[in-house]
């Protein structure tokens, strides 16, 4: 560090008290020679003063003399002999005399006619539209709009008006309320929206109730109207208690659209679910999470999500409807990239298959708390017991395709498996950025899962272009949209990872945390909006595991070939661009072998 060097203290005789003493300023006047060290200038003194010149602008100065300037006159002085006068406002009282006298077009505080404007006395009215419908109408969609939470996707949702239907489409434009669809998305018909879906579950369900709402709100406006001397607030009260409807009200919350949107109307037991694909004494726990646990039920793996409890789960606080209704969608929207069908543009098998999504309530059954116990048995669990929920405890459960193990555990045997994995996670994930502006934003290798089967070839439609790539009797499957973000041309749908500082808090040097930070860095924190460049991310981020982390048949020139691969990834800002990287070349055949 470098600090002001402070001058040493010395005795000083008179002559250098003398010169020291004098400050700039004063040599240039030319006095102040018998001054002490005392009246020393400060050091952060202006070189020019007041009333001073200083040396380094005076040596500029013109020091001619100059001729002296004329005084300014002043205002003349009063005569002695007279006095100030009062100032006259007659003028101005004339004015106003003239203003109070003209009838102002103003609201009668007294009107004989409710809904009239009044002129003076005057006895002719002018109808105006009336006041408290259209305040009624603010106040029965203000009471039953509801909030959920941050993500403004959900909200628009869950805050659908509780209104009749038929009524609103002349009222509002319902196109601007949704995003608009992209040349590039086609029509879904074969995954009913949330909004149909809740829409047929509810406001079918309430239309009765809906119209006693209504014919009791036009009551009340109707006394309101002949109320000619009520007070605007008192109204309000009155509409706010009319439009009051606490059973509507429940129906519109997260975890009634949940239901809804699994095609249910009430929860289901758990073991009532799992009985549907295996006996009880055959169910296996297969793997775990932090926000849940997995069971082998037949041909089908069901992951169990606790929701909407206070009790922790593995020390975290449970998640909401809502955060679950967006992987919900999620899951069912990516599954129609597997039927190709129609005119559809885009197609994959990469996505793991979603074939049931249950609402279940209850403890856990002996069943499932002996699958994970013998598990526990085998691998130490990291969870906490799961027959620690109560008995109102509240689940989601997938039930999905069985798509093999993670990477993190299989066993690849050589760099044409390796490759094969890279080349299928690309391009599946350049079929969903195509088809609704995926991004999978935590792809890291728990995610990833693999199998072996007798596949040479799979088939990827791209934007009506056919590619097969070559397997080599692998077949990878892309699990977990917890964090995902999707448009399916009606909603985007995404979690807002700004909630989530923890996320990127991680260890330093750790690559999928620091993925997360990169992702972070692309987005500029707004996790709304479509940043593509993140799968590229997570791609970067498999050829580091592979490289790093799995051990298998390569050579030096297999190893120089992947981190070229990494290096031109960083260039790339979509997994479209991607798959065209000469990398995958070889593996990208015209037809089926």
Not at 341 to 349: F, K, L
Not at 464 to 478: A, D, E, N, P
Request: glycine share 6%; net charge negative.
């Amino acid at each position: 560090m470098y600090e002001r060097r402070r001058k040493p203290h010395q005795q000083h005789t008179h002559k250098d008290a003398t010169l020291n003493g004098m400050s700039f300023a004063a040599a240039a006047a030319g006095g102040g020679t018998n001054n002490t060290n005392k009246n020393r200038v400060s050091w952060n003194r202006s070189l020019s003063t007041r009333g001073r010149t200083s040396i380094a602008v005076g040596s500029c100065l013109d020091v001619r003399p100059q001729g002296k300037q004329a005084r300014r006159k002043g205002k003349p002085a009063l005569p002695k002999s007279k006095g100030v006068q009062p100032v006259s406002f007659e003028k101005e009282r004339e004015y106003f005399q003239e203003v109070d006298a003209f009838e102002l077009l103003e609201e009668s505080p007294s009107p004989k006619h409710f809904s009239t404007w009044a002129m003076g006395n005057q006895n002719d009215t002018v109808p105006i539209p009336h006041l408290c419908s259209r305040l009624e109408k603010w106040l029965l969609s203000k009471k039953f709009n509801y909030s959920c939470g941050p993500s403004s996707t959900l909200s628009k949702i869950l805050e659908t008006p509780y209104r009749n239907l038929e009524s609103l489409r002349g009222e509002v434009n319902f196109s601007i309320l949704s995003t608009p669809k992209k040349s590039s998305f086609k029509d879904t018909s074969g995954f009913p929206s949330i909004q149909s879906r809740f829409n047929e579950e509810f406001i079918t369900k309430d239309v009765h109730e809906r119209d006693i709402n209504s014919r009791k709100s036009n009551a009340v406006s109707e006394s309101v109207k002949n109320e000619s001397c009520e007070d605007v607030e008192v109204a309000v009260k009155k509409l706010s208690l009319a439009s009051t409807s606490a059973s509507s009200v429940d129906h519109v919350n997260p975890f009634s659209t949940l239901l809804a949107v699994c095609g249910q109307s009430a929860p289901t037991k758990l073991l009532d679910l799992f009985s549907k694909y295996s006996d009880p004494e055959n169910i296996v726990k297969v793997g775990e999470g932090t926000f849940g646990e997995a069971f082998l039920a037949g041909n089908t793996v069901c992951k169990v999500v606790p929701i909407d409890g206070d009790l922790k789960v593995n020390g975290e606080a449970q998640k909401k409807s809502e955060e679950l209704l967006e992987e919900v969608v999620l899951s069912w929207t990516l599954n129609h990239l597997r039927r190709n069908e129609g005119d559809t543009h885009n197609a994959c098998t990469t996505f793991v298959e979603t074939f049931e999504i249950n609402v279940c309530q209850g403890p856990y059954d002996a069943a499932l708390i002996q699958a994970w116990e013998d598990w526990d048995d085998k691998h130490c669990s990291e969870n906490d017991n799961p027959e620690e929920f109560p008995e109102n405890q509240r689940y989601i459960v997938f039930v999905l395709q069985h798509g093999g193990k993670d990477l993190e555990s299989f066993v690849l045997l050589n760099i044409n498996e390796a490759r094969s994995l890279l080349v299928q996670v690309t391009a599946g994930l350049a079929v969903a950025e195509a088809a609704y502006e995926f991004e999978h934003r935590d792809l890291h290798w728990g995610n990833v899962l693999l199998s072996r089967n007798d596949s040479v070839t799979m088939n990827f439609l791209l934007d009506g272009k056919q590619m097969f790539v070559r397997t080599f009797g692998l077949s990878v499957t892309i699990i977990d949209f917890t964090l995902s973000r999707i448009n399916t041309g009606e909603d985007i749908f995404f979690l807002d990872l700004s909630q989530d500082p923890e996320l990127f808090n991680g260890p330093k040097g750790d690559k999928q945390f620091d993925t997360y930070r990169k992702m972070k860095k692309v987005t500029e924190d707004q996790w709304e909006g479509s940043f593509p460049k993140t799968n590229v991310l997570w791609l970067v981020y498999l050829v580091d595991m592979l490289l790093l982390k799995k051990t298998f048949d390569r050579s030096s020139k297999d190893e120089r070939d992947l981190r070229s691969l990494k290096k031109r990834l960083d260039k790339y800002n979509s997994a479209k661009e991607a798959i065209f990287d000469p990398f995958f070349s070889d593996l990208m055949v015209d037809r089926p072998l």
